[in-house]
């Protein structure tokens, strides 16, 4: 099977109260381990690709181009949809050129206005062109890719606004962050999600930050209408700390040099352990 798009994994998810896992993607090592895992859980994954990490994997076209080839070489059978995260207008185009099944347009930081135009627009493309967009309302808290956001808890009208367009899932912000969550968080709005869902609907919503969220409070959003939950720190933490560990314990020396394959293989096995549990989480495993 090749690339989907998301649109049917978001509709069955929030059908099901599921949620599908987004997890982003900095190289061919958790590549490989994010779609080995969702072959052995029978579960549907997003590829997530921020522009930062789309630059460093040398740009989009490579990132389509590998992610493709794994598809068939894995003979891997669960849908998978690979995503712009947090994309500009200019990378949104990028990507639908480059072959992604699914983008990401991030207009949270425009006037509303300006956010409804550039929306309208990229609903027309993706739809002519069979791919799923998402939309955002209400900036994510934390920092990613360099991007930093206070967070902050979206306005419903505004979300039924963009919603409205036509996008196939809306990301409206109740209190998330990317990155990791301060002791003093006060937690998920639950007040806002029920009043966005109000508004939206079926609208398909996505929950950013998954990583530090506690379990109660990520199923209770799933139950409220989050059909994706992305994660990415937490992949980039217990990679580094496996890596770490292993280099610390002096175990990658071999004969006279270094093999980087059994120096990743520590790291390779903690994004799988990583997405597994969180794929259990969101109650995502076996249907694909």
Known sequence: MGLVSAKEMMEK????????????INNLEWT??????????????????????GKYMTGFRTVAAM???MIDEMKITVPV????????YDGCYKCIKAGFSSIMFDGSHLPIDENIAKTTEL???CSK??????????????????????????????????ADLGVTMLAAGIGNIHGVYPPDWEGLSFETLEAVKAKVGDMPLVLHGGTGIPTDQVQKAISMGVAKVNVNTECQI?????????????????GKGFDPRKLLAPGFQAIKDTVKEKMEIFGSVGKA
């Open 123 to 125: 609903v027309h493309v």
């Open 13 to 24: 998810a929030r059908d099901g109260k599921y949620a599908v896992g987004q997890f982003n």
């Open 81 to 88: 949809a690979l995503h712009l995260d947090h994309g500009t």
């Open 67 to 69: 992610v493709a080839a």
């Open 32 to 53: 490989k381990a994010i779609l080995q895992t969702a072959q052995e859980q029978s579960s549907p994954v997003i590829l997530g690709v921020s522009e930062g990490a």
């Open 129 to 162: 062109l069979g791919l799923s967009l998402e939309a955002e309302v209400g900036a994510i808290g934390g920092e990613e890719d360099g991007v930093i956001a206070r967070g902050e808890c979206a306005d419903p009208e505004e979300c039924k606004k963009i």
């Open 238 to 254: 217990t990679f580094s700390a496996a890596t770490r560990k292993y280099i610390e314990e002096g175990k990658d020396r071999v």
